[in-house]
């Protein structure tokens, strides 16, 4: 399998800061990366898909970058809804992984 | 949208099935995924289903516990699992696409515990 980590694994900032949130692929994954928001008791909401593109209805402050097996999650501006828990996931391979998760708490 | 059946408590050893109920688009069109979340935990993948032919793709840690599969005549995927222990108390998702999920169901808690 495809092993995914995340970094840091908690980052706390502040409304108006610029948050870059790290994953790593264990191999290439070329761009079939995928970036998810969830908030406790909530399912998660797709930001990103293949790297860089933007889901429908997400706010243009998240980008996401990279590629082969370093990626990463910007948002440019972070505000109060955005505090939660992100992950990245792979599926680049016939059996899909996740990260382990980021949480962006107040700081 | 993804309509999953409700919460299940289950002892040790036993088995949990539970449903997806999916409307709005066309069913046989998506794989299924299923996916976990245990309590305080990541969001782990577990396979999916072909709604079309049946055909299934098992994450590799559940091979020979877990059986996913379909009525299209109502649109309702299945999943289940057997052998339960205390580690596989968790949400369970439904979602379809090709790799990232941009729909959900709303998640069926499962309880393990004797």
């Known amino acids: 399998d495809i092993q995914m980590t995340q970094s840091p694994s908690t980052l706390s900032a502040s409304v108006g800061d610029r948050v870059t949130i790290n994953c790593r692929a264990s191999q290439s994954i070329d761009d079939w990366l995928a970036w998810y928001q969830q908030k406790p008791g909530k399912a998660p909401r797709l930001l990103i898909y293949r790297t860089s593109t933007l889901q429908t209805g997400v706010p243009s402050r998240f980008s996401g970058s990279g590629s082969g097996t370093e990626f990463s999650l910007t948002i440019g501006s972070l505000q109060p809804d955005d505090f939660a828990t992100y992950y990245c996931q792979q599926y680049k391979s016939t059996q899909f992984t996740f990260g382990p998760g980021t949480k962006v708490d107040v700081k | 949208q993804l309509v999953q059946s409700g919460a299940e408590v289950k002892q040790p050893g036993a088995s949990v099935k539970i449903s997806c109920k999916a409307s709005g688009y066309a069913f046989t069109t998506l794989h299924m995924h299923w996916l976990r979340q245990a309590p305080g935990q990541g969001l782990e993948w577990m396979g999916w289903?072909?709604?079309?032919?049946?055909?299934?793709n098992y994450a590799q840690k559940f091979q020979g516990r877990v059986t996913m599969t379909r009525d299209t005549s109502i649109t309702t995927a299945f999943m289940e699992l057997h052998s339960l222990t205390s580690d596989d108390t968790a949400i369970y998702y439904c979602?379809?696409?090709?790799?990232?999920?941009?729909?959900w169901g709303q998640g069926t808690l499962v309880s393990v515990s004797s």
């Open positions: 289903i072909n709604p079309s032919f049946g055909g299934t």
């Open positions: 979602a379809p696409g090709v790799g990232p999920f941009d729909t």
